[in-house]
């Protein structure tokens, strides 16, 4: 039987435990910051304290189970598409956070505070030092995608092509289209380095035939 002492340091730890997770969602300005993760990582450990109180030896876990389907919930809420031109989907990673904090919270519940403790100094090493790779990844392989709206001209969008070809950037013309009054749209989805991408774009918006540039 849990005492009343062992209950209360289970339900302070989730608090620390949700407010570290919590406060680097914060700093990033994401949809489930401090106060959402430190509540989610409390409520896990509350749902999986009551399941050993309630459920006893017989079915311990016949509530705390039911946290791993019920948070699905509310990590579907933090993830949404953004504009169809470049079908993003944004905070799958605030989700994951919330999903394994509730993780977290579930194991400080039903005792095993050490490994729960090591376990969130990992999600945190993850999260911060990938973080850093993942931007050095993203300056080596950007994908963008241009619109170019210009004055319509024989073979007009290979040139534009043949200007990517020289900056070493590969791309795929997904979109052309022009109007009556001679002006002619493009869209690419382009890829290549950051520095590539800047000399490109450098050199596109200096063209005095471009009316219309998007990147």
């Not at 339900?11 to 969602?25: C, M, Q, S, T, Y």
């Not at 430190?38 to 030896?57: E, M, R, V, Y």
């Not at 490994?115 to 990938?130: D, N």
């Not at 319509?152 to 200007?163: A, D, V």
Request: glycine fraction near 10%.
């Amino acid at each position: 039987m849990l005492t009343t002492g062992e209950i209360f340091w289970r339900l302070f730890l989730a608090v620390i435990v949700g407010g570290l997770l919590g406060a680097e969602r914060e700093y990033r300005s994401k949809s489930a910051g401090f106060r959402t993760l430190t509540i989610i990582c409390l409520g896990a450990t509350i749902f999986t304290i009551l399941s050993k109180l309630i459920g006893g030896s017989s079915t311990p876990d016949r509530i705390a189970s039911n946290v791993v389907v019920g948070i699905g919930f509310v990590g579907a809420g933090v993830i949404f598409k953004g504009e169809s031109s470049q079908n993003r989907i944004s905070g799958i990673t605030t989700a994951a956070m919330i999903w394994v904090t509730a993780a977290l919270g579930m194991g400080i519940g039903a005792g095993y505070k050490l490994i729960s403790v090591i376990a969130c100094l990992l999600v945190l090493v993850v999260i911060v030092v990938f973080a850093l790779l993942e931007g050095w990844i993203d300056r080596m392989n950007q994908i963008r995608y241009y619109k170019i709206v210009c004055d319509f001209e024989n073979e007009t969008l290979h040139r534009f092509e043949e200007l990517f070809k020289t900056h070493h950037l590969k791309f795929k013309r997904s979109r052309q289209s022009k109007s009556s009054a001679d002006i002619i749209t493009g869209e690419w989805v382009v890829q290549g380095t950051e520095q590539d991408h800047r000399h490109c774009i450098h050199e596109i918006l200096r063209n005095t035939k471009v009316q219309a540039f998007e990147f």
